[in-house]
């Protein structure tokens, strides 16, 4: 049972990344799942997750209208589409697999029942 984190990089302001989370040995349908971000020396923060089915979607404020999440039932996979990105969203960005809730938009990290590595985003001229 793994998550696998990737596409983070060295991006320009303004620039774009797609991050992905690819499940193995498990159905990623099944889960919830969200991403979080962690500055250096601070909490974990949500960033976006969608709830079991795609039936809604959770952005935290400063990405919205930025970031888009999306899932790919074949591939196993949720997409986490990152436009028009800022010094500020510079961080390590990690995804989650929740199974106990349908919705994700109040699920706290400690909810997740598993995690990916991080993936580092740096976003600088």
């Known amino acids: 049972v793994q998550l696998q984190a990737s596409g983070g990089g060295l991006v320009q302001p303004g620039g774009s990344l797609r991050l992905s989370c690819a499940a193995s040995?498990?159905?990623?349908?099944?889960?919830?799942v969200g991403w979080f971000r962690q500055y250096p020396g601070k909490d974990l923060e949500k960033v976006s997750c969608?709830?079991?089915?795609?039936?809604?979607?959770f952005y935290e404020d400063s990405v919205k209208g930025r970031f888009t999440i999306s899932r790919d039932g074949p591939k196993n996979t949720v997409y986490l589409q990152m436009n028009s990105l800022k010094a500020e969203d510079t961080a390590v960005y990690y995804c989650?697999?929740?199974?106990?809730?349908?919705?994700?938009?109040?699920?706290?990290?400690?909810?997740?029942?598993?995690w990916g590595q991080g993936t580092q985003v740096t976003v600088s001229s």
């Open positions: 989650a697999a929740d199974l106990g809730n349908f919705f994700c938009e109040g699920t706290l990290e400690g909810e997740y029942d598993y």
């Open positions: 040995g498990f159905t990623l349908e099944d889960f919830a």
């Open positions: 969608i709830s079991r089915s795609d039936t809604s979607t």
